[in-house]
């Protein structure tokens, strides 16, 4: 599967964006997604994630509340919703796909991933 990350952009604290990230090839209703993020100088770090059917997710601590990932089969999207933007969360966001059972625990481990974007990049910043 090719997924293609989009939505980025610079944005005030406090502000929302939503992201997308658009898959070809492959059906993509069998797998699970994931977000992840890497920060300017910091390692990527697990964001989010959603099994395949779209009714069990996954949250970072830190975005809990505020972040909301969802997917549509029928579209071959995954969306990430931001809202309420710290600038903490500056960095370039990924959007990644693996297949197998949906363990939540587990998704936040990048190597569970066999397919990656090429990452859209979110400024917070006044």
């Known amino acids: 599967v090719q997924l293609q990350a989009s939505g980025g952009g610079l944005v005030q604290p406090g502000g929302s964006l939503r992201l997308s990230c658009a898959a070809s090839g492959v059906s993509f209703r069998f797998y699970n997604m994931g977000w992840f993020r890497q920060a300017p100088g910091k390692e990527r770090e697990f964001v989010a994630s959603i099994n395949w059917r779209g009714d069990s997710t996954y949250y970072e601590d830190s975005v809990k509340g505020r972040f909301t990932v969802s997917r549509d089969n029928a579209k071959n999207t995954l969306y990430l919703e931001m809202n309420s933007l710290k600038t903490e969360d500056t960095a370039v966001y990924y959007c990644?796909?693996?297949?197998?059972?949906?363990?939540?625990?587990?998704?936040?481990?990048?190597?569970?991933?066999?397919?990656w974007g090429q990452g859209t990049l979110v400024t917070v910043s006044s």
């Open positions: 990644a796909g693996s297949t197998g059972i949906f363990r939540p625990a587990e998704s936040r481990n990048s190597e569970e991933y066999s397919y």
